[in-house]
């Protein structure tokens, strides 16, 4: 069993920060890659942001390139995003996905809500 637990989510202005933090806990087992998905109402879940084991290649939405910043900490078994520069247009549930094992299978946290006032 697996669990993946977001936090940092919150209520920020346009322009703002925020820092989200995605832990995992239970039976770990090979550990992949890592990565932020976000869904607003009525649209679809996107990639946002995702990062290798190793932390050696990254990738990003064309929305989100130059304003977020994933990382990891292996060590912890989490995953960051660095969310600066926050528009409207980012107001989202945020979840948190983990590949594990040797078929790469994906976990889903329960989600963030983020909210970005203008």
């Known amino acids: 069993q697996v669990q993946l637990v977001e936090s940092g989510g919150g209520l920020v202005q346009a322009g703002g920060s925020l820092r989200l933090s995605c832990t995992a806990s239970?039976?770990?087992?090979?550990?992949?890659?890592m990565g932020w998905y976000r869904q607003a109402p009525g649209k679809q879940r996107e990639l946002v942001a995702s990062?290798?084991?190793?932390?050696?290649?990254?990738n990003y939405a064309d929305s989100v390139k130059g304003r977020f910043t994933i990382s990891r900490d292996n060590a912890k078994n989490t995953v960051y995003l660095q969310m600066n520069s926050l528009k409207p247009e980012d107001t989202a549930v945020y979840l948190c996905?983990?590949?594990?094992?040797?078929?790469?299978?994906?976990?889903w946290g329960q989600g963030t809500q983020v909210t970005v006032s203008s």
């Open positions: 996905n983990a590949l594990m094992g040797v078929g790469h299978t994906g976990y």
């Open positions: 239970g039976t770990i087992f090979r550990m992949n890659a």
């Open positions: 990062i290798t084991y190793d932390g050696g290649s990254t």
